[in-house]
């Protein structure tokens, strides 16, 4: 061996190997293929120059879609040569992110045989992220994983993969089935997500509770807030075992209540209802003595992004409760007109949250043919701006 081969070769990603946490540099040095280490290679010479080494853009795809891959070029290729295509696929999760073994298997398999070894589980949107592959290797993936029943994800002016907390499946507190909600829409909305025909990207998640435990009012246009309309279910035993076993029950739970509408006598928690904005805090304390009432349903809110063009925004509320029956067919309908008023009226690369904005909330919900409701606002406003109608005949 001479001494340029005992030398590292990436001695600024080789610090990341050190320190107690999980090291994605021994993952990459894991995976120990040609393309891997010609990631390596570029992503050290992105550490000593601080600076990316992708091309700008990229437009690559699988036939029939537009969107679910995102086409990437080195612009090192000739020092790289294993990277100089390196392009990204979506694969669309299952709801929840619920895998058998198999499954997993089946997607190394089909990876391994495809593109670079290298994924990211998962995206921030919720899929599978396929890490690097050449343009030529796009469909023969694409074929294999839709006969192994995975499909692509959204990516582009489309419906993004939808995601959603567990839900049902390992949660007491979800107030609907997130599960079913999210796969319902992702096949409802099948051509919406791999053909983009928005002005930008619109995006759904589905939480069970007021948890959030999915970001939904941050990261979705359209966001499935689980909730509930009757009482906080109690179980005043519980309760007491929760206090003998140190629980300060006044301090921790009643005087934490943003409402305060809960009062502790040493022996009886009392919840006023009525004034209970269910906001969780209590039920998160005390998993064993209280539950979210039993009629359940969801809030629709809409509106969160990034702050690309505008600032960020989260989401408002659009619909205050929807019983947990109707809610996918409420959605359906309430897409529809959104789709029809942000298509007609929405700006080239214009979110729903911005065209909101521009047009107003009240123009909004005239075109989606929504009564406004005292919950949509924090606030009444504070200036005496106030547009007003002709009526008819006048
Ligand atoms: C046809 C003529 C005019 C039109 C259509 C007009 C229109 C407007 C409008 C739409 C606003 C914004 C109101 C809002 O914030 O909602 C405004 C504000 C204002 N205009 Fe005019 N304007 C006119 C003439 C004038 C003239 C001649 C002056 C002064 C010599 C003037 C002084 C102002 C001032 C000081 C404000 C700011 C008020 C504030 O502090 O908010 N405007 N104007
Ligand atoms: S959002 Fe609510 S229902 Fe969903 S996992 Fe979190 S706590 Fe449970
Ligand atoms: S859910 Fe929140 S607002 Fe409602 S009673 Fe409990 S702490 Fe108070």
């Not at 004034?275 to 209590?282: A, G, K, N, T, Y």
Request: contains cysteine.
């Amino acid at each position: 061996m001479d001494n340029d081969e005992k030398k590292s070769k990436t001695p600024l990603l080789d610090e990341l190997e050190k320190g107690p946490w999980p090291s994605f540099v021994t993952e990459i040095k894991k995976t120990n293929n040609e393309t891997c280490q010609d990631l390596l290679g570029q992503l050290e010479l992105s550490y000593e120059e601080r600076k990316g080494h992708w091309k700008h853009g990229g437009l690559v795809g699988v036939m029939g879609y537009g969107g679910g891959v995102i086409g990437r070029y080195s612009d090192v290729p000739e020092k790289f040569p294993k990277v100089a295509h390196f392009h990204t696929l979506r694969v669309n999760h299952p709801s929840g992110w619920f895998y058998t073994s198999q499954a997993l298997r089946t997607l190394c398999d089909i990876w391994e045989r495809h593109g670079s070894g290298l994924t990211n589980m998962h995206g921030s949107t919720g899929d599978i992220v396929f890490l690097g592959t050449k343009t030529d290797e796009l469909e023969p993936t694409f074929k294999e994983l839709t006969e192994a029943g995975f499909d692509l994800g959204g990516s582009g002016s489309c419906v993004r993969t939808p995601s959603c907390c567990v839900g049902e499946a390992r949660c007491e507190w979800a107030c609907y089935d997130t599960m079913k909600l999210c796969n319902d829409l992702t096949q409802a909305y099948q051509d919406e997500l791999h053909r983009p025909p928005f002005p930008y990207k619109f995006k759904f998640k589905c939480a069970g509770c007021p948890n959030d435990c999915v970001a939904s009012i941050a990261r979705a246009d359209l966001s499935v807030i689980g909730t509930w309309k009757d009482q906080i279910q109690q179980d005043d035993a519980a309760v007491t075992e929760y206090a003998a076993a140190g629980l300060d029950i006044q301090k921790d739970v009643c005087e934490r209540c943003p409402t305060r509408c809960m009062a502790w006598d040493g022996k009886k928690l009392t919840i006023d209802n009525g004034e209970c904005v269910r906001c969780m805090h209590c039920i998160n304390v005390m998993p064993k003595a209280l539950r979210p009432g039993k009629e359940k349903g969801a809030t629709i809110l809409i509106g969160s992004k990034a702050p690309i063009v505008q600032g960020a925004l989260l989401s408002s509320v659009l619909v205050p409760f929807v019983p947990a029956a109707e809610l996918l067919d409420t959605l359906k309908e309430l897409v529809s007109r959104v789709w029809e008023f942000w298509d007609e009226y929405g700006k080239n690369r214009e979110r729903v949250g911005e065209l909101i904005q521009r047009v107003g909330m009240a123009n909004f919900l005239d075109a989606i043919g929504l009564d406004p409701d005292p919950a949509m606002i924090s606030a009444p406003r504070d200036n005496p701006y106030i547009f007003f109608q002709k009526k008819e005949g006048e």
